[in-house]
């Protein structure tokens, strides 16, 4: 069945970097859209950016720019975000998602990784 | 880019309608046909209930119904159900990117 697979969960200190990925299964990977949002603790729902898996094109939240980077890689249908000079309040749950064309909504998701940011 | 407003909270009765409100600016929601709405339960990812406006991906009960009136997008739940108490979100495509709602909890009384 169509999936976005995502691993658990990371701890970091502030000003370090992470890094998390999602795993497509169930469809064409480069036919779909990625997109990255996160949902800090008791908090809404943020979008960060999105990356064209065919062509490895990215767009970002302006809050994003100069923090975030997106990447895929297709030979295993896993795209991934890196988040950079971490702070106390990145700490939220991440979320991959896809979607068919930029504009449209994102119908499958991840399970989400939780980045907690403490010293 | 400031996040869709939407009321914090919104309840009814078992079998009652409800609607959600969510307004944006000319740049987003009354710009593009590209207003999204998503489920959220407790610990859960979000699910996607309305895309485009006003379409149901398969699968999805058509008890739920979306609407756009120049700037603001509203989602409409009749038949209201107990597995309905859920947090609702809206979302809208604007210049290459998206923004989201603030979020609406709704409760079933």
């Known amino acids: 069945q169509v999936q976005l697979v995502q691993f658990g969960a990371e701890v970091k200190k502030p000003g370090a970097a992470v890094k998390v990925s999602c795993k497509a299964s169930?469809?064409?990977?480069?036919?779909?859209?990625l997109h990255w949002v996160r949902q800090a603790p008791g908090q809404g729902l943020e979008w960060l950016g999105w990356?064209?898996?065919?062509?490895?094109?990215?767009n970002y939240a302006q809050k994003f720019r100069g923090r975030v980077t997106m990447t895929r890689d297709t030979s295993v249908s896993t795209a991934y975000m890196e988040l950079s000079n971490l702070r106390s309040d990145d700490t939220a749950v991440y979320f991959c998602?896809?979607?068919?064309?930029?504009?449209?909504?994102?119908?499958?998701w991840g399970q989400g990784t939780t980045v907690t940011v403490s010293s | 880019q400031s996040a869709l407003t939407q009321p914090a909270s919104v309840s009814g009765s078992p079998g009652q309608s409800i609607t959600i409100s969510c307004t944006g600016t000319s740049s987003d929601i009354g710009g593009y046909n590209y207003a999204s709405w998503y489920q959220q339960h407790p610990d859960k990812a979000p699910k996607l209930m309305i895309y485009?406006?006003?379409n149901r991906p398969s699968g999805v009960s058509n008890r739920f119904s979306g609407s756009k009136s120049g700037n603001t997008a509203s989602l409409t739940i009749s038949g209201l159900q107990a597995e309905d108490e859920a947090d609702y979100y809206c979302s809208s495509y604007t210049s290459s990117t998206y923004v989201f709602g603030t979020g609406t909890k709704v409760t079933v009384l």
């Open positions: 998602a896809r979607s068919k064309f930029v504009g449209d909504g994102t119908d499958v």
């Open positions: 485009e406006v006003t």
């Open positions: 169930g469809y064409t990977f480069t036919d779909y859209y």
């Open positions: 990356i064209n898996p065919h062509s490895g094109g990215t």
